[in-house]
């Protein structure tokens, strides 16, 4: 199966201490890490450690933080042919402050990921021959994401779109029935929808919107509480919701838990799985994101997946 990931690719560099700053104050770190992020990147890198055949199309600036980055992303198997170098923008960066209790706060600097807009798309076309799933995120233009989903739609492939980070401004009406499936978490939810899932029910109730609005299926994520999904009606299938029950684990970091989730739904999906055994595939594997430290470096390997599901 193959994956095709448009979205953003940036050096990350994160802290880990007691305590998160408060505004103004400054505290003392224990360690630190140079690493691979972006969650175009995160979730490329998760894809291909499940087994996937993965390429990404991303844009980083002609730097050696640039040069670092696609020299990971490439080291975790994906195909990086079609990301090209900006010589105007720098490569994007976040700076990521984590806690004891896995706790973070990030601050992105997008640069190079937001010139990557509808022309560099359709330079890398060839990309998604023979994908199953495309898989998109909000660190790039939205125009080029919505152009990356139509040509997909065109194609038969399947769309798998997180709306992460919280989008500041709606999202366009003609992208929501481009989507196969959107994956919310409770605060992109709120910017979404005006609400904020704070239950099961409540975020069943969000799902079910978001498919009214034209997505084919929706899965709010609510962390340790587990996620809840809707489906419309299909060809064939009838309309579907139900709560995936959360897996039991002690954090670490939650960096990259939504982006190993949303890895594991379109390899799930790339595979043939129904969307309630993809969700609870994707579960398994935020589950597990969360044990380890750092971004892409915390996704799990396929083995380990397999065992979680196995003995729960």
Do not use: W
Request: charged fraction near 20%.
């Amino acid at each position: 199966m193959s994956v095709l990931v448009v979205g953003s690719i940036n050096t990350d560099i994160t802290t880990y201490g007691e305590a998160l700053p408060r505004i103004g104050e400054t505290v003392m770190g224990q360690s630190y890490a140079i690493e691979l992020g972006g969650k175009g990147a995160n979730q490329a890198a998760a894809a291909s450690r499940l087994g996937a055949k993965v390429e990404f199309v991303g844009r980083v600036g002609a730097d050696a933080f640039g040069e670092l980055a696609l020299a990971r992303l490439a080291e975790f198997g994906v195909c990086v042919r079609h990301s090209t170098r900006d010589p105007r923008h720098a490569t994007g960066i976040a700076i990521i402050g984590v806690d004891t209790m896995g706790q973070n706060a990030i601050t992105i600097v997008p640069g190079a990921n937001m010139s990557l807009d509808e022309a560099g798309f359709h330079e890398a076309m060839p990309a998604l021959e023979g994908a199953k799933v495309l898989m998109l995120q909000l660190e790039i233009p939205i125009a080029t994401c919505l152009a990356a989903a139509r040509a997909a739609r065109e194609r038969g492939v399947m769309v798998v779109l997180d709306p992460a980070p919280a989008p500041s401004k709606p999202l366009p009406g003609a992208l929501y029935p481009l989507i196969d499936v959107i994956t919310p978490n409770e605060t992109e939810t709120e910017a979404l929808l005006g609400f904020l899932p704070r239950t099961g029910e409540e975020a069943g109730r969000a799902a079910r919107e978001l498919v009214s609005r034209g997505t084919r299926a929706a899965i709010v994520t609510l962390g340790a509480r587990g996620a809840f999904v809707a489906a419309s009606k299909t060809a064939g299938g009838a309309e579907m919701q139900a709560l995936v029950p959360p897996f039991a684990v002690t954090p670490i970091s939650t960096v990259a838990a939504g982006d190993c989730f949303n890895a594991g739904l379109a390899v799930a999906l790339a595979e043939g799985k129904d969307l309630m055994n993809a969700a609870r595939f994707a579960s398994a594997c935020g589950a597990l994101c969360v044990t380890k430290p750092g971004s892409a470096a915390s996704a799990p390997r396929r083995n380990e997946v397999e065992e979680l599901l196995a003995r729960t």
